[in-house]
């Protein structure tokens, strides 16, 4: 089960298992209690993986100008095999650990223009046999 928003993943509830959000509006905050109000956010997204991400495999969340991803986003996503991060303003500082996802095989993280990956970051992704696309 494919879910192309997050109303279609709350609607699936834990049964979808990739989640494309691609360019999405659903990455624009609408909340104006949050600081980042009318700007990338992950915040709606957040909640949404929370209720109803424990099976997804697949996140796709590339195109959307996202300049941070909170160190909390995927926690309740242990199944989580592919996560593409790829068009976005990410800075290594940004993506935080989730590159310590247990079951991860694939990270994209291409057309983020400040990302620089350290040695040791690689390093430790290829011993966990983590394919890293840049
Ligand atoms: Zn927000």
Redesign the pocket.
């Known amino acids: 089960m494919v879910a192309k928003s997050l109303a279609e993943l709350n609607r699936l509830k834990g049964t979808a298992t990739k989640l494309h959000l691609v360019s999405s509006e659903d990455i624009v905050?609408?909340?104006i209690q949050?600081?980042?109000?009318t700007?990338p956010?992950?915040?709606?997204l957040a909640v949404a993986l929370e209720k109803s991400g424990q099976n997804l495999r697949e996140i796709d969340l590339s195109g959307n100008n996202l300049d941070s991803v909170p160190e909390s986003l995927f926690e309740k996503c242990a199944n989580l095999e592919r996560l593409s991060l790829r068009n976005n303003k990410l800075t290594v500082e940004a993506i935080g650990k989730h590159y310590k996802l247990r079951k991860l095989k694939l990270l994209e993280l291409g057309g983020n223009p400040g990302m620089e990956l350290s040695v040791e970051c690689y390093n430790r992704l290829a011993k966990r046999n983590v394919k890293v696309r840049v």
Do not use: F, I, P, S
Request: include cysteine; proline fraction near 0%.
């Open positions: 905050c609408r909340d949050c600081e980042r109000v700007r956010c992950a915040c709606k």
